[in-house]
């Protein structure tokens, strides 16, 4: 089975390609690039330099968030597009459920907190345990999480735990940060929808949607409005 899969959850996103779940090839995109500027010309580069036909891929899979609303648009239509066209399946995966099965190589007995950078001082966060999800994504300031984990020792890996490694290390001395803590994704989602294809447990591509968690600024202004 092989599986090309698209990350782009954060400004440093990537693409791979796994065969029969292990990973072949994954490399990181250009970050001085937007989404809608690098795509599909990553997807066409990491196939020519594996050898790899577009029509020999038997499942698509792409991240579906949280991250930033413009990236997951952008990228899962652009893996619905070529889904579509080659009339294989789509499979989307969630970022924060790639970083966990990363970071569990690690945990040690240890929860895992996957934390993405959310902007405006926030992080898109939850809460993992031997690969099982115990707290659903949320997205708030760093502080406000931090105060709810002082009783458990916690495994932090996300570019949102790289980014407030201060706030999260004079938290609590048990807490530590995962030995790479901005992991490109793209191969561990290639090898989680691999395991998702080979049962068979997958939707139609049109029905992938972005996980967005927090509200795009078009609602909270409609919002607003509405409140005025």
Known sequence: MV???LDTTTPAGSCALA?????????????SLPPATRLPLDLITLLEHSGVALGAIDVFAVATGPGSFTGLRIGISTMQGLAFAAGKPLIGVSGLD??????DREAAGRQIATWVDAWRGEVYAALYMNGVETDAPVVAKPEAILDRLVNQPTLF???GARAYQEKVLQHLARHVLAENPA????GTIATIASDIASKGAYAPPHAIRPM???RTDAELARDARTAG
């Open 3 to 5: 599986v090309l899969a």
């Open 19 to 31: 065969l029969d779940g292990s990973v072949v090839r994954e490399q990181a995109s250009d970050v």
């Open 98 to 103: 790639a970083l966990a099965r990363v970071a």
């Open 157 to 159: 890996i996300g570019d």
């Open 183 to 186: 992991p490109l994704l793209a």
């Open 212 to 214: 967005y968690v927090r």
